[in-house]
């Protein structure tokens, strides 16, 4: 296994479709919801198994000393084996080199048992995701 970015067209191309496949389109969006401005600023982690992708998120800068990961996904089909452990370890790891002392996330209501479960402390509601999905601030101080 190994955790790197996206390096070339179909790489990118199967990183923003597992993004849009897990994340927006059960909740009826189109194909281009799934990107925003900080696609071109933030450090973009895909776990590859055997040239297979099979988990996804995206680490921004929030603030000094306080990293952000975003658009955490794990393909549907291998769920409960341990990728979105992994993903989340690889980028508080890069975090970490980046010199910050916090991640912070807003999780989605049934993500919020693997969170806690690798560390994370729930903070607070934070927003309705298209006034349909709540979400919760987390963080975890290393």
Known sequence: MEVRSPQTAEEWEAYYDLR???LREP????????RN????????????ENGQLRA???????EPKVSQTRFVAVDNTIRGRGYGRI???AAEKKSKEMGNEKMILH???YALEFYVKIGY????????????????FMEKVY
């Not at 909740?27 to 799934?34: A, N, Q, V, Y």
């Not at 996804?56 to 929030?62: G, S, Y």
């Open 56 to 62: 996804i998120a995206r680490l921004d800068q929030a």
């Open 107 to 109: 999780a989605r209501d």
């Open 27 to 34: 909740l009826g969006k189109p194909r281009g919801s799934e």
């Open 37 to 48: 401005d900080g696609d071109a600023t933030g450090i973009h982690l895909a776990l590859y």
């Open 121 to 136: 402390t729930t903070i607070d509601k934070s927003y309705k995701l298209f006034d349909v999905l709540q979400h919760y």
């Open 20 to 22: 849009y496949r897990i």
């Open 87 to 89: 993903i989340m370890e």
